[in-house]
């Protein structure tokens, strides 16, 4: 284990589903340990922000979601794909068809386009039930039409996240990656990922701890393709942790991800990360 | 145009929507010349059997259909991937998951699974509004289960096509390959398509005509990539018809497509063909 490296490390990026808690539909079942070594970085001032591709909810609903379950976090503490996509519409002065969960939709009520209106882009977030063929249909025909800023440029596709699935409460669930790529196919489009495993993501991400250099930042996640790949190639040291959806048989060696360094929990990490 | 390849033809597979009528959600807008074109085919006993990848209805519902509309045909005319899934699985005794049009059910009841059992297949058709969040996590999670045939062997994947979109009533709508790409994606499946562009799809086609050769058999359709192309890569003569969903600006020329001819309409290749 490339330990001498993460002893080095001034930040941490930490996912959160897999890693503080398991989904189960409810709550969230709390991972041991992790409580504390949240509360052991936050003790030490260790630069540390949670990256999620969580887009069901908003960042204040999250917020008190981790809260409720014992983790001593604001929302300043929490980089999600809601929030960074208001960011880039609001800097490129778009207006979005939305195709989000309905949770997400104050957060979005400023970039948001009427029903009426010609639009910029369709915005995909992991709309659960709301994926609906009417929804998708509605969306596609967004995306076959000319854009609202002109020029004949297309309408764009962005999605928050590209994740294939998720566990909880013991089942799969598809989530938003499978439905970009069904718009993607149908539409010609070529999606713009914002969040995992996007390089942009990450380099905000750097940049919220206050870091110059994405080489001394840690990316610790459950997922070995979009937390730690990403996060590697986006040029930060990437950690896999044995908890969340890990699997041994398929992620431990992994066919095109080597990380800098697998733990047992992010209670390991930490134990390295202040030692 | 290669007048003597189509002059020599010993039979035609001939598209229905967008060659034979526009579809504009209920009856249909007959497209002119056509009824009397296959008319003449019929009376000067030229081998045709038409091929389409419609799946929101069965055979005899589209039999009917293109009766109301005045065409002489009868359900042994047509050659449909509801009616071919059929046979495939009924070959391999497969039962099936199935997300389908509700109009397609019965003639797939005794290859249908019932919902507790495990299964060897998902069957993906046109299912409209039938594509909700929660059959397509339904189909997604079955794909994720080991196939009822034993041995470990994965859950099959059978698409009834693989179109992007079609228009209906002047508004675009998703077609069943969307569906396809986003099963695909999420659970790693490969899609096994019953249908057009299938070799064995059209092979089945030159079958039913009663000849043994497919270079002497022309396909007709509007979809360059899916009918043309599709038939051309089987061995079969490509016609690209200039109705339906044609669009002079990216069809003629194509880049990866070339067909055998171009012609205006159904009447036009008619009057080549029996002369």
């Known amino acids: 284990m490339a330990s001498h490296l993460l002893r080095s490390a001034k930040g941490l990026l930490c996912d959160i589903s897999g890693v503080l808690y398991d989904p189960d ?11 504390e070594a949240v509360k052991r970085l936050k003790d030490a001032r260790f630069p540390l922000k949670f990256v999620t591709n969580e887009s069901q909810t908003t960042r204040a609903g999250l917020t008190a979601k981790l809260q409720h379950l014992g983790f001593s976090v ?4 929490i980089l999600s794909p809601v929030t960074a996509v208001r960011a880039v519409l609001k800097e490129r002065n778009w207006k979005a068809h939305l195709l989000v969960h309905e949770d997400c939709l104050p957060e979005l009520q400023d970039v948001a386009a009427t029903a009426a209106d ?11 039930d709301g994926f609906s063929y009417a929804a998708l249909n509605a969306a596609f025909q967004r995306l076959m039409t000319p854009a609202a800023r002109g020029g004949g440029q297309p309408v764009g596709l962005l999605s928050l996240g590209m994740g294939r699935y998720y566990r909880q409460a013991e089942q799969l669930h598809l989530d938003v990656g499978a439905f970009a790529r ?14 995992k495993p996007s390089a ?15 080489a001394a930042v840690v990316m610790v996640g459950d997922d070995i393709v979009s937390d730690v790949g990403g996060a590697m190639a986006a040029g930060l040291l990437g950690v896999q942790v044995r908890t969340g959806k890990f699997r041994p048989s398929a992620d431990e060696p992994h066919p095109s991800v080597t990380p800098t360094a697998y733990v047992d929990d992010l209670k390991q990490l930490v134990d390295i990360l202040l030692n």
Chains 1, 2 share one sequence.
């Open 25 to 35: 539909g409810s709550g969230g079942r709390l991972i041991e340990g992790s409580i």
């Open 118 to 128: 010609p639009v910029d882009c369709v915005v995909l977030g992991d709309a659960s």
């Open 182 to 195: 069904a718009l993607e196919f149908a539409s010609g489009s070529t999606v713009e990922v914002v969040g």
């Open 200 to 214: 942009a993501f990450f380099g905000a991400g750097v940049k919220a701890l206050g870091l110059d250099g994405a």
């Open 74 to 77: 604001t929302e300043e503490d």
